[in-house]
């Protein structure tokens, strides 16, 4: 079976600054994606960056970029520039894909706290 | 266009109750996935659903349904509640099975609890 740790239960970051928070996995499996979410107080989780375990480019979306280690089974989030609006929780998430559906892992959870 | 919608948003039952809760997907969207996040942890896949049929099911007792209707809405029923079932119940939905450029949309969920 999978797993997803996250060592991190909390951190703070100030504003501006630049924050990684830490994910590694479990698997036997070769083809699978990996995902961060972010869950606001208004409890909604929210993608914020996939990468698909076969392309070894690390994945970045504007402000967010992870650093994707396969053999190492290491996906960690960095935020730069971090903003108020950066403050949630945040899951990092596994999905083996096989040819009849999904089934997202989720590790415990980092609570950020964006300090002004 | 409005997103994945869930009801009810709270609700609250009783042990050896029963509960149905309701998710409509994002329009088109034919999957829809059921997960569990009790306070403090990531949520715990329950069920997917793709073209009305079970694709998938993780570890969780038969006291655990659900289904999906033509129109690809979902409910997801519990029976004899337990206390250890209160939790947020979310619901996801994406086009197909997630493929390459697939995003799995969730909702706000429905917070239940068990007294």
């Known amino acids: 079976a999978q797993t997803v740790t996250q060592s991190q239960p909390e951190m703070s970051v100030q504003e501006a600054e630049t924050v990684t928070l830490s994910c590694t996995y479990d698997?036997?499996?070769?083809?699978?994606?990996l995902f961060w979410y972010k869950q606001p107080p208004s409890r909604q989780m929210i993608l914020v960056i996939r990468q698909e375990a076969y392309k070894q480019q690390n994945a970045t979306e504007n402000r967010f970029s992870v650093n994707f280690q396969k053999a190492a089974k290491s996906f960690s989030l960095k935020i730069s520039d971090s903003q108020l609006g950066d403050t949630a929780m945040y899951f990092c998430?596994?999905?083996?894909?096989?040819?009849?559906?999904?089934?997202?892992?989720f590790g415990p959870g980092t609570r950020l706290s964006v300090l002004p | 266009d409005a997103g994945v919608t869930q009801s009810p948003t709270h609700l609250i039952k009783t042990r050896g109750q029963q509960v149905t809760l309701r998710c409509s997907p994002i329009?088109?969207?034919?999957?829809v996935s059921w997960y569990q996040q009790v306070l403090g942890q990531g949520p715990q896949f329950i069920f997917q659903y793709y073209e009305k049929e079970e694709r998938g099911r993780g570890n969780f007792p038969d006291r655990f349904s659900a289904r999906q209707f033509p129109n690809y809405s979902s409910e997801l029923n519990v029976n004899a509640l337990l206390l250890g079932d209160s939790a947020l119940y979310l619901c996801?939905?994406?086009?197909?099975?997630?493929?390459?450029?697939?995003?799995?949309?969730f909702g706000s969920g429905t917070q239940l609890s068990v007294l």
């Open positions: 329009s088109g969207h034919k999957s």
């Open positions: 996801a939905s994406s086009l197909v099975t997630l493929g390459r450029n697939e995003k799995l949309f």
């Open positions: 998430a596994f999905m083996n894909k096989d040819n009849y559906g999904q089934n997202f892992v």
């Open positions: 698997t036997s499996e070769n083809n699978y994606y």
